[in-house]
């Protein structure tokens, strides 16, 4: 991978998690919708958070530890929709999260152990 995209990837991750938080607690009148299900906008938003943290950190043992510490950031996010205006919290949307995360981990553990 470039180096200078190496350097960079853990900052996008980050810049994830911020834009995650954001949507997740904006109140439910100023949540900007893509038109897609809701449980498509959380599958893609954790996949692509997943895709980017499996990037910066690709070493195989990591990815146990991003599926974990994401899960756990997403439910945390559900359950702070309880207090934001207009939203609530749901399971479903947590599960749909988590099989982004799960997906992309598979994905990219398959990728790398491709044969060239």
Known sequence: MIASLRR?????FAFCLIVLAVLSWLPGDDVPRTG???KLEHLVAYAGTMLIGGLAWP???RAPILVG???SYAAVMELGQFVAPGRH????D??????GLVA???LLRL?????A
Do not use: M, N, Q
Not at 8 to 12: F, M, N
Not at 89 to 92: C, G, L, N, T
Not at 94 to 99: D, I, K, P, Q
Not at 111 to 115: A, I, V, Y
């Open 69 to 71: 510490g994401l899960a």
């Open 104 to 106: 992309t981990a598979i």
């Open 89 to 92: 919290a749901s399971v479903w």
């Open 111 to 115: 990728l790398k152990t491709r044969p």
């Open 59 to 61: 070493d195989r043992r």
């Open 36 to 38: 897609f299900a809701g």
């Open 8 to 12: 960079v990837l853990p900052y996008a």
């Open 94 to 99: 947590f599960l749909a999260g988590a099989a």
